[in-house]
């Protein structure tokens, strides 16, 4: 199971750190993805990780990393420079894919969160 938190309103500008937190498996077994639902809009993979490799999509890429807290069994996600376009519903999922990329741009998880919702607005 996924528990995701950090979520909230955030004024144009701020940043936020998203934990996932896994509660019956290690991450250390899989990668695990940050998705985007916002509104009106497809589901983005945001970044991707598995020990030893990321991907971050090249929107977020100069304002967004992604790390992994054995200690806390979480992968969190540091966004910097927030827009209102961030704006949306963040969930993280977990599977075995093939690549890091692939999970992020065209994959289907088989394991989610419930999502947090993050505000960007003044």
């Known amino acids: 199971r996924l528990v995701e938190s950090g979520g909230g309103l955030v004024q144009p500008g701020g940043s936020l750190k998203l934990s996932c937190a896994a509660t019956?498996?290690?991450?250390?077994?899989?990668?695990i993805g940050w998705f985007r639902q916002a509104p009106g809009k497809e589901r983005e993979g945001i970044a991707c990780?598995?020990?030893?490799?990321?991907y971050v999509a090249d929107s977020v890429k100069d304002r967004v990393t992604i790390s992994r807290d054995y200690t806390r069994n979480t992968v969190d996600l540091h966004i910097n420079n927030l827009k209102p376009d961030d704006t949306g519903v963040y969930y993280c999922?977990?599977?075995?894919?093939?690549?890091?990329?692939?999970?992020?741009?065209?994959?289907?998880?088989?394991?989610w969160g419930q999502g947090t919702q993050v505000t960007v607005s003044s």
């Open positions: 990780n598995s020990p030893g490799s990321t």
């Open positions: 999922a977990a599977d075995r894919p093939p690549t890091i990329q692939s999970m992020c741009v065209n994959g289907v998880p088989p394991y």
């Open positions: 019956e498996a290690t991450i250390v077994h899989y990668s």
